[in-house]
T-cell receptor
Framework: DAGVIQSPRHEVTEMGQEVTLRCKPI?????LFWYRQTMMRGLELLIY????????DSGMPEDRFSAKMPNASFSTLKIQPSEPRDSAVYFC???????????????FGAGTRLSVL | TQLLEQSPQFLSIQEGENLTVYCNSS?????LQWYRQEPGEGPVLLVT?????EVKKLKRLTFQFGDARKDSSLHITAAQPGDTGLYLC?????????????FGQGTTLQVKP
């Protein structure tokens, strides 16, 4: 398996522009998580999906952030409009939670480094 | 609210030294995981502990889950430069069937040759 695939790896944009981050989870996994990582705040959970349904979006900073999971193999995180304070590394992770043994083990993508100028 | 506190936050040691990283909480977790993250990559799972008092060893790494399942420790013996990275502990709640984890803020380890 190729693992969790995120694109792009790096994104540089100007303040006010729309940014879309993409994630392909591991095939067969039924939970997907979006995180943001900064030096100051560490790894923060933004939103997570279970069976393509958003379960908890309380970590989404504000209305400028939105996430979708139209099917089991694809998810997007969109920021519109982007601001300099959104600069961070954004990670997507997936897990298989139908098995009690495998539950809670998350597999992370390599991340998207976002810089908003 | 930060439910998992890791200490120390930063650690710089010489090759061959031993070290311990702590992960503490006032909450009970059904499982506790340790991840390691290298620069430019995502976190990778090292170990999962699920039973209070459980000890697991992975080569030079020893992981322990507290008896009350509220804390954990990671001990590295004879650290090597290849151990350099960010170590994250993460707790799971058994009541959730969605796989959500609570992450600590991480411990950055630098092992100098």
């Amino acid at each position: 398996d190729a693992g969790v695939i995120q694109s792009p790896r790096h994104e540089v944009t100007e303040m006010g522009q729309e940014v879309t981050l993409r994630c392909k989870p591991i095939s067969g996994h039924n939970s997907l998580f979006w995180y943001r990582q900064t030096m100051m705040r560490g790894l923060e959970l933004l939103i997570y999906f279970n069976n393509n349904v958003p379960i908890d979006d309380s970590g989404m900073p504000e209305d400028r952030f939105s996430a979708k999971m139209p099917n089991a193999s694809f998810s997007t995180l969109k920021i519109q409009p982007s601001e300099p304070r959104d600069s961070a590394v954004y990670f997507c992770a997936s897990s298989y939670t139908a098995s009690r043994i495998a539950k809670n083990i998350q597999y992370f993508g390599a991340g998207t480094r976002l810089s908003v100028l | 609210t930060q439910l998992l506190e890791q200490s120390p936050q930063f650690l710089s040691i010489q090759e061959g030294e031993n070290l311990t990283v702590y992960c503490n909480s006032s909450s009970v977790f059904s499982s506790l995981q340790w991840y390691r993250q290298e620069p430019g990559e995502g976190p990778v799972l090292l170990v999962t502990v699920v039973t209070g008092g459980e000890v697991k060893k992975l080569k030079r790494l020893t992981f322990q889950f507290g008896d009350a399942r509220k804390d954990s420790s990671l001990h590295i013996t004879a650290a090597q430069p290849g151990d350099t990275g960010l170590y994250l502990c993460a707790g799971g709640r058994g009541s959730s069937n969605t796989g959500k984890l609570i992450f600590g803020q991480g411990t950055t380890l630098q092992v100098k040759p």
